[in-house]
């Protein structure tokens, strides 16, 4: 006789797949449609409560009776995943007329807010609480005693059923007293600390963040001869970080002058750098058309080396009013905040930024040429020595990856790879940018790609321009003919290594036992760096913080969270492990590492006698210097 299944097992399919049509038939969000929104939306945020750190919303949509869906963005433009925080909003409310509306969330998109507005009404008010973080582990704190960062994305709902530049919106935002704000939006007029920003489109509104601060400076950075404004505002803990000395602000306007003769066109009408110098607010980095977000520590001006000189994250977001911005990978465009983005084209949106903006540093002085190298040897140096998950995966599928991980911490970052895009993308448009100079006598370069790709339509901004992968390949053939496509999906689909254009621009990777002094200047905090010898790095207190896969540390067991408590019998230090090193490069005896695991000790040999090894770069004799002609300043 055959054994009878329990009743549960027969009837709990039915139960699930009735459940799923019911969620079906509940969820009724009306696709968005290219059709204009009847009225303008007014949002109304006070900015004011400091200490408890909390955005305050209220908002007037204008509708008819019927059935109305408001949704809350979810993704991210430039963030390229749906990472809006919408855990943070609280205490919503829905009236019309004065009279409180019943609202239910759509079971499928949690984002969505259905509700019945009554007959006759013309309009609904929602109001809500964004409750920023008041601790890191709640995310990026955007509000402290002296700043804030006013995302619009994060505090607006808006009707489904349209694309998001056909609903236009009207900002007020009342801020503490005596503040100042920065933003790309224009002002419409002011009342007491509530300033009311000209009416816009919302996919606009949501591209024009905000920087207040109670110590703040504006400056100008408008090239000369140029009749398109660009400045710098700048938020700070405290007034004396504010203070820039002459040839660091001319630095930064020269960076401006080269990244307009690099791309021959402006596509805003003014650009405003937004940038945070702070211990308390979080550090971002984001890009937008008409402005970007630029948050770094309090020492930007006041801490400035100048050999080492600033970094690349402005240059990297002002390239992105061109690249990502304007110019825009056809599938990371969507209708509207809640269609889901795809990101297969962020190896140019991003990877080619990255390419640019370490360009224009270097080409305005931002980062003199020795430092442009070293930091450039570091890249190559990643991609020669530690990314040996390229064996399994490969750079296209790392474009999925803020989808997929949302940039959090990885256990084995060199193994599971991350948003290698990025440097990855570096390498493989400076392999272009030298074989371009190669085939045309140097007469022709990268440059000649930006120019014709993101360098039309000079002054237009408002519209953007869709490009995909066969509009890319089409370009570079133009500037010089070649299989573009053939050399591009070679490298991203893993068949071909990212480091020749190391050689092709006339240089080569070498390791020497002293850091940089570029890596010395950024290796702060007691962090050491063992990558290239026994393949980990450490904090000052000797936690692993990662170990590169099938190096001596990890054959040898190690694993990054543990602990390394005593080298060689000597309390850890990292002038220790490195003495210790060093010995080893003339002993046959092993590293000898006390470590702890959680409340567990154990002893690990290392046998490993290669010496110290960090990443330079050499020229190659005989070589034109391809290089150097791509970081020297545009005339």
């Given at each position: 006789?055959?054994?009878?299944?329990?009743?549960?097992?027969?009837?709990?399919?039915?139960?699930?797949?009735?459940?799923?049509?019911?969620?079906?038939?509940?969820?009724?969000?009306?696709?968005?449609?290219?059709?204009?929104?009847?009225?303008?939306?007014?949002?109304?945020?006070?900015?004011?409560?400091?200490?408890?750190?909390?955005?305050?919303?209220?908002?007037?949509?204008?509708?008819?009776?019927?059935?109305?869906?408001?949704?809350?963005?979810m993704w991210v433009p430039g963030g390229h995943t749906?990472?809006?925080?919408?855990?943070?909003?609280?205490?919503?409310?829905?009236?019309?007329?004065?009279?409180?509306?019943?609202?239910?969330?759509?079971?499928?998109?949690?984002?969505?807010?259905?509700?019945?507005?009554?007959?006759?009404?013309?309009?609904?008010?929602?109001?809500?609480?964004?409750?920023?973080?008041?601790?890191?582990?709640?995310?990026?704190?955007?509000?402290?005693?002296?700043?804030?960062?006013?995302?619009?994305?994060?505090?607006?709902?808006?009707?489904?059923?349209?694309?998001?530049?056909?609903?236009?919106?009207?900002?007020?935002?009342?801020?503490?007293?005596?503040?100042?704000?920065?933003?790309?939006?224009?002002?419409?007029?002011?009342?007491?600390?509530?300033?009311?920003?000209?009416?816009?489109?919302?996919?606009?509104?949501?591209?024009?963040?905000?920087?207040?601060?109670?110590?703040?400076?504006?400056?100008?950075?408008?090239?000369?001869?140029?009749?398109?404004?660009?400045?710098?505002?700048?938020?700070?803990?405290?007034?004396?970080?504010?203070?820039?000395?002459?040839?660091?602000?001319?630095?930064?306007?020269?960076?401006?002058?080269?990244?307009?003769?690099?791309?021959?066109?402006?596509?805003?009408?003014?650009?405003?750098?937004?940038?945070?110098?702070?211990?308390?607010?979080?550090?971002?980095?984001?890009?937008?058309?008409?402005?970007?977000?630029?948050?770094?520590?309090?020492?930007?001006?006041?801490?400035?080396?100048?050999?080492?000189?600033?970094?690349?994250?402005?240059?990297?977001?002002?390239?992105?009013?061109?690249?990502?911005?304007?110019?825009?990978?056809?599938?990371?465009?969507?209708?509207?905040?809640?269609?889901?983005?795809?990101?297969?084209l962020l190896w140019v949106y991003e990877g080619q930024?990255?390419?640019?903006?370490?360009?224009?540093?270097?080409?305005?002085?931002?980062?003199?040429?020795?430092?442009?190298?070293?930091?450039?040897?570091?890249?190559?140096?990643?991609?020669?020595?530690?990314?040996?998950?390229?064996?399994?995966?490969?750079?296209?599928?790392?474009?999925?990856?803020?989808?997929?991980?949302?940039?959090?911490?990885?256990?084995?970052?060199?193994?599971?790879?991350?948003?290698?895009?990025?440097?990855?993308?570096?390498?493989?448009?400076?392999?272009?940018?030298?074989?371009?100079?190669a085939g045309t006598g140097n007469k022709k370069s990268?440059?000649?790609?930006?120019?014709?790709?993101?360098?039309?339509?000079?002054?237009?901004?408002?519209?953007?321009?869709?490009?995909?992968?066969?509009?890319?390949?089409?370009?570079?053939?133009?500037?010089?003919?070649?299989?573009?496509?053939?050399?591009?999906?070679?490298?991203?689909?893993?068949?071909?290594?990212?480091?020749?254009?190391?050689?092709?621009?006339?240089?080569?990777?070498?390791?020497?036992?002293?850091?940089?002094?570029?890596?010395?200047?950024?290796?702060?905090?007691?962090?050491?760096?063992?990558?290239?010898?026994?393949?980990?790095?450490?904090?000052?207190?000797?936690?692993?913080?990662?170990?590169?896969?099938?190096?001596?540390?990890?054959?040898?067991?190690?694993?990054?969270?543990?602990?390394?408590?005593?080298?060689?019998?000597?309390?850890?230090?990292?002038?220790?492990?490195?003495?210790?090193?060093?010995?080893?490069?003339?002993?046959?005896?092993?590293?000898?590492?006390?470590?702890?695991?959680?409340?567990?000790?154990?002893?690990?040999?290392?046998?490993?006698?290669?010496?110290?090894?960090?990443?330079?770069?050499?020229?190659?004799?005989?070589?034109?210097?391809?290089?150097?002609?791509?970081?020297?300043?545009?005339?």
């Amino acid at each position: 006789m055959p054994r009878l299944r329990p009743l549960s097992v027969l009837i709990l399919p039915l139960l699930l797949a009735a459940g799923a049509r019911a969620q079906q038939a509940e969820s009724t969000i009306p696709p968005p449609r290219d059709i204009p929104y009847a009225g303008t939306i007014k949002l109304e945020v006070d900015a004011t409560n400091l200490s408890q750190r909390i955005f305050r919303v209220k908002e007037t949509l204008p509708a008819q009776p019927g059935p109305l869906t408001l949704l809350y963005p979810m993704w991210v433009p430039g963030g390229h995943t749906p990472r809006n925080p919408l855990d943070k909003i609280a205490g919503i409310r829905f009236s019309a007329g004065g009279k409180p509306l019943a609202w239910r969330r759509d079971p499928l998109d949690v984002a969505a807010f259905h509700l019945d507005v009554p007959a006759g009404a013309n309009e609904v008010v929602a109001e809500f609480k964004y409750l920023t973080p008041t601790a890191p582990n709640q995310g990026r704190i955007v509000m402290t005693p002296s700043m804030l960062n006013l995302q619009p994305l994060a505090t607006v709902l808006y009707p489904a059923g349209y694309y998001v530049h056909r609903i236009p919106v009207d900002m007020r935002v009342t801020y503490p007293a005596g503040w100042t704000a920065f933003t790309a939006l224009h002002e419409d007029g002011r009342q007491g600390d509530t300033v009311d920003y000209e009416d816009v489109p919302l996919d606009i509104l949501v591209d024009s963040p905000v920087y207040a601060g109670r110590h703040a400076r504006l400056i100008d950075l408008t090239p000369a001869g140029s009749k398109v404004p660009v400045s710098l505002g700048v938020v700070a803990d405290a007034p004396k970080y504010l203070e820039a000395k002459p040839e660091q602000i001319a630095q930064h306007k020269a960076m401006v002058a080269q990244a307009l003769k690099l791309f021959g066109a402006q596509h805003y009408d003014h650009y405003r750098f937004l940038l945070s110098l702070s211990s308390q607010l979080g550090g971002n980095g984001l890009e937008h058309q008409r402005s970007s977000e630029n948050g770094v520590g309090t020492d930007y001006f006041t801490g400035w080396n100048e050999k080492t000189g600033f970094d690349d994250l402005l240059p990297h977001e002002f390239t992105h009013s061109w690249n990502g911005k304007y110019r825009r990978p056809a599938d990371l465009w969507t209708p509207n905040y809640n269609v889901p983005m795809q990101d297969t084209l962020l190896w140019v949106y991003e990877g080619q930024t990255q390419y640019w903006g370490n360009v224009l540093a270097a080409r305005s002085g931002m980062r003199p040429l020795p430092a442009s190298l070293d930091a450039l040897a570091l890249v190559a140096a990643t991609y020669a020595d530690n990314r040996p998950g390229l064996s399994w995966r490969n750079i296209q599928d790392t474009t999925n990856d803020p989808i997929i991980a949302a940039r959090a911490p990885r256990a084995y970052r060199n193994w599971q790879l991350s948003e290698d895009y990025y440097s990855g993308g570096q390498l493989i448009w400076l392999e272009a940018d030298a074989l371009i100079r190669a085939g045309t006598g140097n007469k022709k370069s990268l440059d000649d790609f930006a120019r014709a790709f993101f360098g039309q339509n000079d002054g237009q901004w408002r519209t953007q321009s869709l490009y995909t992968f066969d509009d890319v390949v089409a370009t570079l053939n133009q500037v010089y003919p070649h299989d573009w496509a053939g050399f591009l999906r070679a490298r991203l689909d893993g068949r071909h290594p990212l480091t020749g254009g190391i050689e092709a621009a006339g240089w080569k990777l070498v390791f020497k036992d002293t850091p940089s002094a570029y890596a010395k200047a950024n290796t702060r905090g007691g962090f050491s760096d063992f990558v290239y010898s026994l393949g980990l790095t450490l904090g000052a207190d000797g936690s692993i913080a990662d170990v590169r896969w099938d190096s001596p540390a990890f054959n040898a067991g190690l694993g990054s969270g543990s602990t390394v408590v005593a080298v060689n019998g000597q309390a850890y230090s990292k002038e220790a492990l490195e003495d210790a090193i060093k010995a080893a490069k003339d002993s046959p005896a092993p590293i000898e590492l006390l470590v702890r695991d959680f409340d567990r000790f154990r002893t690990v040999r290392l046998d490993y006698h290669g010496g110290l090894r960090y990443p330079h770069l050499e020229r190659i004799p005989g070589t034109p210097d391809y290089l150097g002609a791509i970081f020297a300043a545009r005339k």
